[in-house]
């Protein structure tokens, strides 16, 4: 074999396992040569391609972290988690019921009040369960005149 006129050989491999020891083959190249700018483009396209390629990762473990979620509540619950489900609802009836803490007794409600009394002596009285309104008056400006 030998290589054609018009093609320039960018390599010469000789090959000794056909049987022929005077056998070559040429390799040639037919790409043009990369510039160094394409090359970083390849380079740049590649960085974008990972972080791409990340931000897809992380969107997809998000939203099969929610779907999860999702298919779980369709189907049954397992028991302890149903179970506790339901001694929530439970509290939260019994809550509304009774209008605000559920069994606290008598000796909360003394905490309760003396707390209270303590905050409002400390911070000047006023409602403590209503939060403050707060007024801020806009200040009175002087013109002053330069001369």
Known sequence: MTPAANVTPSRVIPISSCGDPEALIVI????PRVSNTSIMALHRLFRLSSLLRSAVSVTLRRNIGLSAVIFNKAKD???VQKLF???IREYGS???AAGGVV???AAYQKNLTDEMTKL???YGGG???QFPQFKFPEPKLEEVSTK
Not at 28 to 31: L, Y
């Open 28 to 31: 040639c190249s037919s790409v």
């Open 94 to 96: 019994k809550s509304k």
């Open 120 to 122: 409002q002596r400390l």
């Open 127 to 129: 409602d403590l369960t």
């Open 77 to 79: 619950l397992d028991p």
């Open 103 to 105: 069994d606290g007794g």
């Open 85 to 87: 489900l339901d001694k």
